[in-house]
């Protein structure tokens, strides 16, 4: 018998036959089902309190790993702050899970190198993340002088190889929404890797053609980019169709049907330097639907499905392991997983809402129906 994911999956044990690094699997007739290593989410918002313990358990049941942003209230600036931060996190585990949250810094400019050195001995943080001030949810306390006030604690990540992950936009009132993108690659993701060549770079969240190209034309081999399913799946029409539409807004912004033909482009190219985040960022419907709404698409339930949607779409399934299960780690030098996830194809609805005591939170797709879903043996 095959249920939904919505507990942790069990390995499956029926023999499968193997299809260019993707097992594919005939069962109850015509049903297709596929076998992937279980993934990692390498960027992932968690929150705390009531929050955190609603959405912990959608991205515990599907992947092994997360890179954990720590974009909180207050921010997660140091290696004591971070580790309760984790221990908060698998108190709020369900029992039987086996998710490890890799956790981060946030970095800020009055940050001392002393702090790296105390993070990568603490065997819990595993990345220092960027934010300019004003970018984003939570990034008031962000950088406003990378090359001055940071430079010192950038040089000590090299010595230490903690990677930086990049909110990869400009916040100059100048700049037009839809460029900072682009802008910030020319004023700041150039400079630093020319400064810093041995810094180990990942620019989150990728949304043009511009970040595509960069990533995959850049000689530097220790860059690398996430890129989440609504960048994959969204144009920028998906905020104003049929009224404006507030589970759609995220940062950065979703941008023309031409970047995003671009980066799925990039992504199902094979490309060892994309690999799965989802930016998948919880807030309740008051705060979404309200008169100075939230930035966050939350997808976390059906991230996975929404991945092997763009990659069969792009012909590209037998490229989906490797996405989804084995850049991330190869990239940040950990083990890949060896548990295994499966897919069956067979459509199903998405929930118009998850409701919680504090109240709903909305999905992307919401009632949409899908055709790969997450799925474990219990036999």
């Not at 939570?138 to 990677?163: A, H, I, Y």
Request: charge should be positive.
């Amino acid at each position: 018998m095959t249920k939904t994911l919505v507990l942790p999956f069990q390995p499956l044990k029926s023999p499968a036959q193997k299809f260019e690094g993707v097992k594919f699997i005939r069962r109850q007739g015509p049903k297709m089902q596929l076998t992937l290593t279980q993934p990692d989410d390498w960027h992932l918002h968690l929150r705390d309190g009531d929050l955190l313990k609603a959405v912990l358990p959608h991205s515990a049941s599907t992947f092994g790993r997360a890179i954990v942003m720590p974009n909180l209230k207050p921010p997660i600036t140091t290696t004591a702050a971070a580790v309760a931060y984790r221990d908060s996190i698998l108190k709020a585990l369900p029992s039987n899970s086996n998710f490890i949250p890799l956790m981060t810094l946030y970095l800020t400019d009055t940050m001392s190198p002393n702090e790296i050195k105390l993070a990568r001995k603490s065997g819990a943080v595993y990345a220092v993340k960027l934010y300019p001030a004003g970018a984003t949810t939570n990034s008031q306390d962000g950088v406003t002088d990378l090359f001055g006030k940071c430079l010192p604690v950038l040089e000590e990540m090299v010595e230490q190889d903690m990677p930086l992950l990049v909110h990869g936009e400009v916040t100059n009132p100048d700049v037009d929404m839809f460029d900072r993108e682009k802008v910030f690659i020319e004023t700041v993701l150039k400079p630093l890797i020319e400064r810093l060549p041995k810094l180990k770079v990942v620019m989150e969240h990728i949304t043009t053609a511009n970040a595509a190209k960069f990533v995959l034309s850049c000689e530097h081999a220790l860059l690398a980019a996430t890129v989440t399913p609504q960048h994959l799946l969204l144009n920028r029409n998906s905020l104003f169709q049929g009224g404006l539409q507030p589970h759609n807004y995220c940062l950065p912004v979703l941008k023309r049907e031409t970047h995003r033909q671009a980066i799925v482009s990039a992504v199902t190219s094979g490309s060892k330097k994309f690999f799965l985040g989802t930016d998948s960022a919880p807030h309740e419907r008051r705060r979404k639907e309200s008169s100075c709404g939230c930035a966050g698409i939350y997808s976390a339930p059906i991230a996975l499905s929404l991945y092997a949607k763009v990659f069969e779409e792009a012909g590209a399934l037998d490229k989906l392991e490797a996405f989804t299960s084995f850049n991330g780690p190869d990239f940040y030098g950990l083990p890949r997983n060896t548990s295994k996830i499966t897919l069956q194809k067979a459509p199903w609805q998405v929930p118009k809402s998850f409701t919680f005591p504090f109240g709903d939170i909305v999905p992307m797709f919401a009632g949409e129906t899908l055709e790969w879903q997450p799925c474990f043996n219990s036999d």
